[in-house]
């Protein structure tokens, strides 16, 4: 099979317990993984990379023999940095917005992403590929708009990561999470879609509940967005899924909820791109099946980021298969 996956890379600086560590990142993450996951199928990334780092990030994908750089564009900008400040330990507040209950480990810091992947950079693409994951590691990877024609222009799969889309920039690179005015535009223009717990509490300007995000998201019958992964750290990742019902022959839905642990006894060494690789398992074994098991495949991908947990950045992802 053939994955696009579109994103934007960056370099990370992590800053734990005194010691930065540089590492390739972003959307990386998710291209690594899922080329080391699937050996066998082409993964295609599609990406603005900045002529600062063009060289040496396609020097490192040229180490896996299934990442085809067709649409690796390089532009005239800086690759993004992005400092990660991990905390001595996770801190788990209530919103008073939302009462939904938090885990915050880290604080970030950013430069200016690249451009936006328009459409006309993606289109030629769309029709090479059997499945697309998006994950929007700076929030602008890509428009709203292009989001929207991605979905009326492909029939295949298509999983969705939020991630930084509730990110917003400060002049001195901070960055905050803060509601989406078209979020339901966001959520229901894909197949399956993905937010950690954070995202999913502030996304929403009515500040609604994590329970009612999720009947909003997957309140559109037997299309548009089917399952919602709801990712929580150390306490594991929830599934939102539809199950159909009938009373006197009328079809109608129910949501659906189901938690799966983190997996027990992992030697923690770096949370980063944790999500990410969740979310190539996740698409993953989605693309490759039919039926959308979408239980299993969430617990093949839970399983996949505990591997990850115990290794170090992009530079490590080879060792998630063993």
């Known amino acids: 099979m053939k994955f696009g996956v579109i994103g934007e890379p960056c370099i990370d600086h992590i800053h734990r317990e005194g010691v930065e560590h540089r590492s390739l990142g972003g ?7 899922l080329a080391v996951i699937a050996p066998h199928d082409e993964v295609y990334p599609v990406m603005n ?19 085809k750089q067709e649409y690796v564009f390089k532009v005239d900008h800086n690759t993004r940095v992005v400092n990660l ?15 939904t209950v938090k885990n915050h480990d880290r604080d970030e810091n950013s430069t200016e992403p690249a451009r936006p992947i328009e459409f006309d950079s ?15 590691v700076s929030g602008i990877d890509i428009t709203l708009d292009t989001l929207i024609k991605i979905r009326e222009n492909f029939s295949g799969y298509i999983h969705l990561d939020l991630h930084n889309v509730v990110m917003r920039t400060s002049e001195n690179g901070k960055r905050t999470p803060g ?63 539809k199950i159909e019902k009938s009373i ?28 990410d690789v969740l979310a190539s398992g996740f698409f993953y074994k989605n693309a490759i099946n039919s039926q959308k098991d979408y239980f299993s495949a969430l617990n093949y ?11 170090r950045g992009v530079e490590e992802l080879h060792m998630l298969v063993k």
């Open 49 to 67: 990379l900045g002529s600062d780092e063009y060289g040496n990030i396609c020097s490192f994908l040229n180490r896996f023999e299934n990442i």
């Open 301 to 311: 991908a839970n399983k996949l980021a505990g591997i990850k947990v115990e290794n």
């Open 27 to 33: 959307i990386l993450y998710s291209v690594v993984s």
């Open 248 to 275: 006197l022959d009328e079809k109608y839905f129910e949501l659906d909820k189901s938690d799966i642990q983190s997996i027990e006894g992992v030697k923690f060494n770096d949370s980063t791109g944790c999500g």
């Open 122 to 136: 993606i289109s030629g693409a769309l029709g090479n590929f059997d499945a697309v994951l998006i994950n929007m």
């Open 179 to 241: 509601p989406v005015e078209n979020w339901l535009q966001w959520c229901t223009n894909t197949d399956t879609l993905q937010m950690n717990e954070t995202e999913i509490s502030v996304i929403t300007p009515q500040k609604l509940k994590e329970y009612e995000v999720a009947e909003e998201a997957l309140s559109s019958g037997d299309k548009g967005t089917k399952a919602l992964v709801i990712t929580r750290g150390k306490k594991g990742v929830t599934l939102y899924g």
């Open 85 to 99: 400040y991990y905390k001595d330990q996770s801190v788990e507040f209530v919103s008073p917005d939302t009462r």
